[in-house]
C-alpha cells in the first residue's frame, strides 16, 4: 500500500463516517502532496515539511511508505461496518466522472491534462464541462469558444488512443425562466450536458422549483449539478429553496442524473435530500466537478454517500461503460 493509497482510503472511510469536510479534505490534501514521492520509507519528520500534510497525515505516510498498513487505517478499517465494502467497491467500478473543468474556463489546467487525469485513474470516460457564456466570472464558453472546444476534444481523443474518450460537453446555467446558457442546437452536439444553477440561488422556493423542473424536463439535459448550491466550508453559502419532492420527481421521469457533487465544500445534496432523490427512483452521476487533476481523486468519497443510501451501479452512470452510458440518456430526443 503505498502513501496516496492509503491516505485516499482513509478519506473515504472519514466520509463514510459522515466527518467533518475538512477532516476528509486534510486527507486528499495530503495524498496530493506525496502522488509524486519516489519509492521507499519517508520518516514522519520528513512528511511533515511537505505542504498540506500535518503530524497526524504525516504519521500515516510514514507508516505506508514502509508497505505496511497505518494504524489509523486498520482502526478505520476495524470499525467500518460491512457496508463500507460495497462504497468501495462502487468506487472500484467507476467508468468515468461527468463533470470536470479546464483553463478553458475557471480549471486550472489544459484539457489534455485533465483527460490523462482521469485515463491514469482507470476511467474509460470523462466529461468536459466548462461553464456556459454568463458565468463571466468564470470565463464562460461563448458559442464561437464551444465550436472551438469541440474540435480541441476531438484533438485530445485522436491522440489518446481508443481506451479512453474525453467527451464533450458543458456545465450550462439554468437561467431564471428555467431555460439553459446556450443555443439548442450547440447543446444537441454535445455529448453530455450538465444544468446547474449559479444565480439568485436565494429565490423563492416556487420560481426555484419551477426553474429547475423546467431545466431537468429539458431534452438536452443529462444531469442536474449541485442541486441546492450550497457551500459548507468557510464563509459558507446556505443551500436553495426548493420543493425537493417535484423537482426529484421531474428528474426520475425524465431520466436526468441527479449529481453527487464530490468537491469537499460542497456535498451536494446533503444527505436528507439525497436520501429523497433516491426514494424517487432518480439516476445518479457521481461527479468530482474537478477543476484540476489531483481533485479527480475525490470521488470515491462520492460513492460512500451512494452506498450508504442504498444505491447500486444500476442507478449510477458513473459506473456505466461509455456505450450505455451515450445509448442510455432517456432525457435525450
Known sequence: MTPDEALRRIAFLLEWRGASPYRVRAFHTAADAVRHLPPGPVAAAQ???????????????????TGAVPGYLARLQAEADPQARVGWDLAARSTGDCHLH???????????????????????????TDHSP????????????????????????????????????????????????????????????????????????????????????????????????????????PQSRFDAEAVFTACAQAGTAVEINCRPERRDPPDDLLVQAAAAGCRFAVDTDAHAPEQLHWQSTG??????????????????????????RTGRP
Open 102 to 128: 479546464s483553463d478553458w474556463s475557471d480549471g486550472g489546467s489544459p484539457l489534455q491534462d485533465m483527460a490523462d487525469a482521469a485515463r491514469t485513474l482507470g476511467h474509460r470516460w470523462a466529461v468536459l
Open 47 to 65: 512528511a511533515g515539511r511537505l505542504h498540506g500534510v500535518g503530524p497526524v497525515t504525516a504519521e500515516v505516510i510514514a507508516q505506508a511508505s
Open 134 to 237: 454568463r458565468l463571466t466570472i468564470a470565463h464562460g464558453l461563448s458559442r464561437e469558444r464551444l465550436e472551438s472546444q469541440l474540435e480541441a476534444v476531438a484533438a485530445v481523443n485522436s491522440r489518446l488512443g481508443p481506451d479512453f474518450r474525453l467527451l464533450t460537453g458543458i456545465e450550462c446555467d439554468i437561467l431564471e425562466d428555467g431555460s439553459l446558457d446556450q443555443d439548442e442546437d450547440l447543446l444537441g452536439r454535445l455529448d453530455i450536458v450538465v444544468a446547474s444553477v449559479h444565480s439568485k440561488l436565494r429565490s423563492e422556493p416556487g420560481p426555484m422549483t419551477d426553474r429547475m423542473v423546467a431545466a431537468v424536463r429539458n431534452p438536452h439535459v443529462d444531469v442536474l449539478g449541485h442541486c441546492t448550491g450550497r457551500i459548507i466550508t468557510g464563509r459558507g453559502r
Open 303 to 328: 460513492y460512500a454517500r451512494a452506498a450508504r443510501v442504498g444505491l447500486g451501479s444500476d442507478r449510477l452512470i458513473t459506473t456505466w461503460p461509455l456505450e450505455r452510458l451515450l445509448t442510455g
